[in-house]
């Protein structure tokens, strides 16, 4: 079974930054794996923010966070992280981290939220 903890959330004044963090099961080799963020705010439904394809080579952001956001991985390590500057309060939500061993494109995993494994999830609140 695989586990993802999403780790780096909190609160951040607007224009700040915040770098998320999701640890996988040890051993998981990350570039088998498509993965993503995805964030839900109250009241909303779940989006994806950004999606990176297991070759590495397909990226997808959502418009809002284009030129804001960066996704990456380290697969030595295992972990996937979400570089997030210049912070908006409608950033605010819920950040979760998803990981799928399947061969779509990072627009499908995001737009479709079709991924196999999610993590628990970590608040992101940007307010003044």
């Known amino acids: 079974q695989i586990q993802l903890v999403e780790s780096g959330g909190g609160l951040v004044h607007p224009g700040g930054s915040l770098r998320l963090s999701c640890a996988t099961s040890t051993g998981l080799r990350l570039d088998n794996y498509a993965i993503g963020w995805f964030r839900q705010a109250p009241g909303k439904e779940r989006e994806g923010v950004s999606c990176l394809i297991s070759s590495g080579l397909g990226t997808y952001y959502v418009d809002s966070v284009k030129g804001r956001f960066t996704i990456s991985r380290d697969t030595f390590n295992g972990t996937i992280y979400l570089q997030m500057n210049s912070l908006k309060p409608e950033d605010t939500a819920v950040y979760y981290c998803?990981?799928?061993?399947?061969?779509?494109?990072?627009?499908?995993?995001?737009?479709?939220?079709?991924?196999?494994?999610w993590g628990q999830g970590t608040q992101v609140t940007v307010s003044s």
């Open positions: 998803a990981a799928d061993n399947g061969l779509f494109s990072a627009n499908y995993y995001c737009l479709s939220r079709n991924l196999n494994y």
